[in-house]
């Protein structure tokens, strides 16, 4: 079976520090997701892209945080500078998208993320 | 109001009874529906879309009411693999954009 790869799987550091996390999406699709889930507000859409531009990044404090997607294979997601509330499991999901409608996403194993 | 809304539960049923869930919409332009499953502590993964005329999947059927932005599953003959947090996915307008909601926690004990 086809999967999303997310690396790393954990990420424990300090305040302060760069934090990137990076994503491969099925190969074929065409729409990448980074979502981010805490127990207090679920799952929230941060950024996608379709075909490798970047459609709607709203739901990113922008100060802080940076999406891109260098090629079809990969996608990274930086925070710079980390804080403690961002501590939450970030996850990437890809799909076959096409505006005016949607299809399902498919989920990588997600990145669980501490900031101390 | 939120989005999509869920009540977050926990449903707490025996093996071999019927459980429903029930989820309502704001968006009546949303044109794609969808139930995720999501173990503890792993990723959410599509447990099936959901069509405008009802749609069954083995014990499972999943049924939309566009009038009301109401969407339901119904699991049938409940298994303890079937204990998980169940997350009513809406599409937002035009876009691709999922909107979740926050999940409805289901355990089924012995």
């Known amino acids: 079976d086809a999967r999303v790869t997310q690396t790393p799987r954990h990420k424990v550091t300090e305040m302060g520090q760069e934090v990137t996390m990076r994503c491969q999406p099925i190969?074929?699709?065409?729409?990448v997701f980074w979502y981010r889930q805490t127990m207090m507000q679920g799952l929230e859409l941060l950024a996608y892209f379709r075909n490798r531009a970047p459609l709607d990044d709203s739901g990113m404090p922008k100060d802080r945080f940076s999406a891109e997607m260098p090629d079809a294979t990969l996608a990274t997601l930086k925070i710079q500078p980390s804080e403690p509330r961002d501590s939450a499991v970030y996850f990437c999901?890809?799909?076959?998208?096409?505006?005016?409608?949607?299809?399902?996403?498919?989920f990588g194993d997600g990145t669980r993320l501490s900031i101390l | 109001r939120k989005e999509v809304e869920q009540d977050p539960g926990p449903f707490n049923v025996p093996e071999g009874a019927t459980v429903a869930f029930n989820c309502t919409y704001s968006n009546s332009a949303s044109q794609s529906f969808f139930w995720y499953r999501q173990d503890c502590r792993k990723e959410p993964k599509l447990l099936m879309s959901v069509y405008s005329s009802g749609n069954e999947d083995g014990r499972f059927t999943a049924q939309l009411n566009r009038a009301s932005q109401y969407i339901s599953l119904l699991i049938r003959d409940s298994k303890l693999s079937d204990s998980a947090t169940y997350l009513c996915v809406v599409n937002s307008a035009n876009t691709d954009k999922l909107i979740f909601g926050t999940g409805t926690r289901l355990q089924v004990f012995p």
């Open positions: 190969l074929g699709h065409n729409t």
């Open positions: 999901a890809s799909g076959l998208g096409e505006t005016g409608g949607s299809q399902p996403q498919h």
